[in-house]
């Protein structure tokens, strides 16, 4: 089955009672049992629920994976997957992550005696160097949240084998239309179903998507056991949105492609990063193993802080809101809303400037994009 029929087809098939052609949401806390110690395959829907099970067979397949397994945000697939270390384990990550998740990791999970280190995950050999005897994980966002830099997954895969470390891939931008990770080696893909697989800023989820059975029945079981799952609804709300995944795809990345043109042609510009773009520094990595380049841009504007604000604040068509990858264009000021709890040298180490702005470009038709930027950028 060719990937745009799957994205289609592949886990959904019509009720077998009704011949209903979209599945039914089953929006039930409890099933009743056949007779004691014998039920039809559900019991309680913390532990499962068909709705669920649907939409994980459905996004493991996208990602060429045996398993899915669905949670209620990105951020508690992060904090399942961090579940698979003990006390004293080592975690070496990308520099570059989603504010929340660095939150999560420093003020969080070190209060359990977990270790990070943080490195750019673009130069291997920083990654090599971070490796220590108690490292277990290696932990990758690519293209990263908001610099968009990117890492050569094959190459972190060899590298976490090499050591006997999970290797877990936030693939969260460039969703399966344009990355599998699975195939180039990883263990572990995640996603914020929140963004561009369910793609219309209607819900909250997330899925960790496996070949390795062993961690795959480890997320079942802490599913089971901490209950962070997505409602029935949800669910059936992203198996819809994920039905035109590779149509809203192809047409975020166009789009993007036409703004990060324009704004790194732009005289109050002073850089513009997207890994479409030949400047980008990992354009050749991006072009080899990306199938498009998603529709995330960041940019810095010359001026700073106070052009950015400027820019920000006079936008009409683009929605200055927190978060991405839905059909509708969006504008991010990182430094005080996505990554606002970084502490500031953090994040000026990174790279990641009090001027920084990031873009989500939408579906909408690229010259009204190009139109909104322009006119507000005509106020710096």
């Known amino acids: ?40 395959g559900f019991d309680y829907t913390r532990a499962s629920n068909p709705t669920r099970q649907t939409l994980e067979h459905q996004l493991a397949s996208l990602d060429g994976g045996k398993y899915g397994v669905c949670f209620s945000s990105g951020m508690a697939s992060v904090d399942s ?6 006390a004293g384990d080592h975690v070496v990550c990308s520099d570059d992550v989603y504010g929340g998740v660095s939150r999560h990791f420093n003020n969080v ?7 990070f280190t943080y490195v750019d995950t673009s130069k291997p050999e920083k990654v090599e160097e971070a490796i220590r ?4 994980l290696l932990w990758v966002e690519t293209p990263t949240n908001p610099l968009l830099k990117v890492t050569d997954v094959e190459v972190m895969a060899r590298l976490a084998k090499s050591h006997n ?58 599913q089971k056991t901490i209950g962070a799952v997505p409602s029935p609804f949800d669910c059936w709300l992203t198996m819809l949105g994920v039905k035109t995944l590779h149509l809203r795809m192809k047409k975020h990345a166009s789009n993007a492609q036409l703004v990060a043109e ?18 980008h520094p990992q354009y050749d990595v991006a072009k080899k193993q ?16 106070s052009a950015g604000k400027t820019v920000m604040n006079s936008v009409k068509l683009c ?30 180490a990174r790279g990641l400037t009090d001027g920084l702005v990031r873009i989500s470009v939408g579906i909408e038709d690229p010259e009204d994009i190009i139109a909104d930027l322009e006119q507000a950028l005509k106020e710096v």
Request: some cysteine; overall charge negative; glycine content about 8%.
């Open 1 to 40: 089955m060719k990937f745009d029929t799957k994205v289609v087809r592949a886990g959904i098939t019509p009720d077998p009672t009704t011949g209903a052609i979209v599945p039914p949401i089953y929006q039930t806390a409890t099933y009743v049992l056949e007779e004691v110690g014998r039920d039809k």
């Open 81 to 86: 997957c961090l579940k698979l270390l003990k």
């Open 109 to 115: 999970l070190t209060r359990y005696n977990l270790h």
């Open 133 to 136: 005897p108690e490292t277990k």
């Open 165 to 222: 470390l999970y290797f877990g891939v936030d693939s969260t931008f460039a969703t399966p239309v344009f990355l599998r990770p699975l195939e180039l080696g990883a263990d572990i893909v995640l996603h914020s179903t929140t963004k561009y697989l369910s793609g219309h800023n209607q819900l909250i989820g997330g899925v960790v998507i496996t070949n390795r059975e062993d961690i795959f029945e480890e997320m079942k079981f802490i």
């Open 262 to 279: 324009f704004l790194e042609a732009h005289a109050k510009v002073e850089r513009v990063t997207y890994p479409g773009l030949p400047s």
């Open 290 to 305: 990306m199938d498009g380049f998603s529709g995330m841009i960041s940019f810095e504007l010359v001026g700073g802080i």
């Open 319 to 348: 929605g200055l809101a927190e978060s991405l990858g839905a059909v509708e264009t969006m504008i991010t000021h990182p430094a005080t809303m996505t990554h606002a709890d970084v502490p500031k040298e953090e994040r000026h």
